[in-house]
């Protein structure tokens, strides 16, 4: 949905707890675009379901974490551990899956267990799981919180790691061209904004904690900064090797029924060179309950 004004249109963000709901919200077209799993994605489509991947969410930002007191010092040391993901259909899923394979490992070394993102945390820190691999600021909240570390940060064994996919439904792509743009562009403009300058991260993790993520501002703050490069928001043009590596290892694994073709549930047309986009942030929209630039 969007609300238009004269400097845009205005998108409203809804706020999913699984990926099961947000899976149904999509097929019933209660929302014409959304940020969904990479290899959800393409299995939805190879159902049937008429959606393209647009754009990329962000870059990294997922990471493995430990007990603070773990002896867990290695990806070795997982072996016989049971580790929460977020989804079989979850990028995380097929990165503990790569891993297993480059340290030998067979595929049932390590006890992977579907957990909501949310619950991660606490499953930790009650002892019901050894680990947990999720995307942020699921992986900070541990650390934070002071009974988790980070065993790995996902940009440091999967270069340029990719979680959430854009997903638009055909009928928005055939009949809203200019919204769709607009989307892209916008996404793509507040990447390029978020990764030119650390207080911009700290002013979006102020905007994103009160409106979007319903998460103290000083966890954002942590996630967009500890390290800088933990989570990036360039550089999110669907590629196809990207995609060729995500769909044939979840062939492998059986998370896919079939290899599917990049083509098929992929739209990059909306893609644009970061050079291209103009930049004002006096012309956002506004959104009168806060005063600040923004999308809702």
Known sequence: MTEHSEGGSLFQALKFGDWATVKEALIAKDIGAVFILAPMAMQLRADGVPIKVVYLGHRD????????????RDFGDLRGKIVAIPSRYANQNLLMHRMMKEWNMPFDSIDLREVPPPEHPTALRSGSIDAYIVGEPFAAMAEVGGFGRVLYHTKDIWEDFISCVL?????????ERAIVQELVDGIAKSGKWLDEDLEHRMDAAEIAAVHYYQQPAELLKYVLSKPVDRVKYTNLAPLREDFDEIMNLAVEIGVLARPIAFEEYTDDSFVRPLDELDWDMDRLARDPGDGRGGRQ
């Open 61 to 72: 930002g997922t990471a493995i974490v430990v007990g603070t007191d773990s002896s867990i």
């Open 167 to 175: 997903v638009v439904r055909d009928d928005l792509i055939e009949n």
